[in-house]
């Protein structure tokens, strides 16, 4: 992954990690939790990014009283430094504890849209 790439997608998750705060500020749960999932999808290809993601994942989860995504968020830190190195990612997975951890998904088209305009080394 190209430099310019890489601060592309910490662009991005930047974005989708203030519409989180935002939404999180004014008790919108549904909008924060879509926010957090967009920045992981956008975060997978670079690890440090995504382990960033997931402790702010497991923040809200602590911060909702959510023991199930805090389980979920406490696996997740373990198995993405893992995943990252066999390069096995499950691209698109929105990473919360309501689906597998092991389950690619589709990419939401804008965000397909904005990752595919993304410059090729």
């Known amino acids: 992954m190209t430099d310019l790439v890489k601060s592309r997608l910490r662009e991005l998750v930047g974005l989708e990690l203030e519409r989180h705060d935002a939404s999180a500020a004014i008790g919108d749960i549904g909008a924060a939790w879509w926010a957090l999932e967009r920045a992981h999808i956008l975060s997978q290809p670079d690890l440090p990014l995504h382990l960033r993601v997931h402790w702010t994942m497991l923040g809200y989860a602590v911060r909702q009283r959510d023991l199930r995504e805090v389980a979920g968020q406490t696996l997740r830190l373990a198995l993405a430094p893992i995943g990252s190195l066999t390069g096995r ?26 990752i595919e305009a993304e410059p090729k080394p």
Do not use: K
């Open 89 to 114: 990612i499950p691209v698109g997975n929105t990473g919360r504890s309501n689906v597998s951890a092991f389950q690619p998904m589709p990419i939401p088209a804008d965000l397909r849209a904005t």
